[in-house]
């Protein structure tokens, strides 16, 4: 079992006692009144309780919520986790997944043809406006008093609040960029209140203005627990991060582009970070130890002190304590299935049957045999190819009576050594049913990959840019290249960060979402078409158009 942080245990108490419900008519209140997660006896206890509300902020972004209750109604609990939904948004319709299992609630989302009233597009949308929600309640609640902190409380809750903001960031990125004209609204929207509708550039501008803030306070404080957390949490490296995700698709949301800026922030975070492990990049000796079981020594906020850096954003599950079919979990369980020795692969007792990979990302940014059995790139190490009995091709994308194409598995239930070898170590862990490997929702690769675009678009330093495309290329046991450019830069990305939810949002700022570039089954054409230009933008849920009085996007 891993050593979760505390902020963990008890967390779930305040909610659930409190019968705080996200269903979604509650959604058109952002933030929801704090006073619904205060106890009568705050003051007799306002560090312990102080903590264990933030740890409900913490808990919506690792699991489904308080002791497994989803905290959203109408759809399924494991489907609406974090980690879930912005895999979902990202991928689902893109190039790189499809979800096979047909149903109302997904409608038919896995083909890009999206609609107002699918329960999935509610579900999705709903997580993150929720999260946003509990991050300004914890705010609220602090900066109104109903914690009754002492002075010697105040510099605790002040770090909560920046934590607070960065994660609601996180939150802000995935609906503003997926959804476009969303509700935005901080701690200062009164209780009560329905938060505007705001567009894309006006979300970017004011998260980044915020995260530029709380990053500069990080800097000229070095010794504030932000600048190094504890595991579980977030600070410096995650709010950095997050500006590079951000700046790096500013023209994507209406803004200027901000390509100075990914280089500057990614910069600072790479000569923080790039310590230890593959040529003392930061980033582990093999690819695989990034999404083992014993995945969380090489965070950031780890407490193992590997000496490696590569998860930046981490987000911690357990077996025994924080379950939910989210993150490492789901992205073993929902490929494994299709054969009785199938999920032993990834040392797994379960499997859904539920996802299948396009044969357009397989082919297109992976080299392989003439007959597609192995590859020489050792992200595919834990695939199942046609080697294994699976099909390149996808004949369809639909049911899961057999596999309608690879399974593109990163994840695995087993523990690795921290060495060059990344052997598996002689002892593993169970093969059970909810598996409990963290989440690596922001990595050290994906910073290197995102300097290496940024310094490309400016026509900067493109030996700079070599450097970095060729770091995460020889990592994965392939030849470097020569020089870099933008074809070289879209393949390594597209080879390296597959199922990390990013992809989406990747293939608009290379205009190869809408048009241009087309794969299996996109738009519900086995070549692929063309999506129309409504598909920019996600719809607005029709329930928060009824409710909220929002506008919906064009199209829909």
């Known amino acids: 079992m891993k050593a979760i942080s505390k902020i ?23 933030p929801t009144d704090p006073r619904s997660l205060t106890a009568a006896d705050f003051e007799k206890d306002p560090q312990n309780y102080m903590e264990q509300v933030m740890a409900d902020v913490y808990l919506n972004y690792s699991s489904v919520g308080p002791n497994m209750n989803s905290v959203i109604g109408g759809f399924d609990g494991g489907m609406c986790s974090f980690s879930r939904v912005a ?65 010697e409380l105040q510099p605790q809750a002040d770090e909560f609040i920046r934590q607070a903001q960065i994660l609601r960031a996180g939150a802000f990125f995935y609906l503003m960029d997926c959804f476009g004209n969303v509700p935005y609204g901080h701690e200062e929207i009164a209780i009560g209140s329905t938060a505007p509708q705001c567009d894309a550039k006006t979300v970017y ?53 901000a390509y100075d800026k990914v280089i500057d922030h990614s910069e600072a975070i790479i000569s923080r970070l790039a310590k230890g492990g593959f040529r003392n990049s930061g980033l582990c000796y ?6 083992g079981h014993n995945n969380d020594q090489y965070a950031v906020c780890s407490q193992n002190n590997s000496g490696i850096n590569e998860i930046i954003w981490d987000q911690v599950s357990d077996e025994t304590y924080l379950q939910g079919w989210t993150g490492g979990a789901f992205l073993v369980n929902a ?52 080697k294994d009995g699976f099909p390149v091709e996808n004949e369809n994308i639909t049911g899961n009576a057999e596999p309608h194409g690879f399974m593109t598995v990163k994840y695995s239930n087993f ?85 990390e939810g990013c992809r989406r949002t990747d293939l608009i700022r290379w205009n190869m979402w809408l048009s241009g570039y087309n794969w299996s089954w996109k738009n519900g054409v086995p070549q692929g078409a063309d999506y129309g230009p409504e598909m920019r933008w996600f719809p607005i849920p029709s329930q928060m158009i009824n409710q909220g009085g929002y506008k919906q996007n064009p199209g829909y």
């Open 87 to 151: 895999i979902q948004l990202e991928c689902f319709a893109s190039d790189e997944m499809a979800w096979t299992i047909a149903g109302a609630e997904w409608g038919n989302f896995r083909y890009g043809q999206m609609a107002a009233n699918m329960p999935a597009i509610l579900g999705t949308y709903s997580r993150l406006v929720v999260n946003v929600s509990l991050c300004n309640d914890f705010i609220q609640t602090v900066n109104n008093g109903y914690f009754k902190l002492t002075e």
């Open 415 to 499: 523990d690795f050594e921290n060495d060059a070898t990344g052997a598996k170590c002689a002892t593993q862990p169970d093969a059970v049913d909810n598996l409990g490997i963290d989440y690596a929702a922001i990595r050290l690769a994906e910073i290197y990959l995102s300097a290496a675009e940024a310094y490309i678009q400016l026509g900067s330093n493109n030996d700079k840019a070599t450097e970095y495309v060729n770091l995460i290329r020889e990592r994965a046991g392939l030849d470097p290249y020569s020089a870099v450019s933008m074809p070289e830069l879209i393949r390594e990305r597209s080879a390296e960060l597959y199922n």
């Open 335 to 386: 490929w494994a299935g299709f054969d009785g020795g199938e999920a032993s692969k990834w040392n797994a007792s379960n499997g859904w049957k539920c996802m299948a990979a396009r044969s357009t990302f397989v082919t297109t940014y992976f080299d392989w045999d003439a007959n597609y059995t192995v590859s020489p790139d050792e992200r595919t190490a834990l695939w199942c190819t046609t």
């Open 205 to 257: 501008e004011g998260e980044t203005a915020l995260l530029e803030e709380i990053v500069a306070y990080y800097k000229a404080n070095p010794s504030s627990p932000g600048v190094r957390p504890t595991y579980g949490y977030v600070g410096l490296d995650v709010a950095e991060a997050l500006l590079v995700k951000y700046y790096l698709n500013a023209v994507s949301y209406g803004a200027p582009a």
């Open 286 to 291: 093999k690819y695989w130890q990034v999404f």
């Open 8 to 30: 963990f245990f008890g967390a779930g108490a305040l909610l659930a006692a409190a019968g705080f419900s996200a269903c979604t008519g509650d959604l058109d209140l952002l």
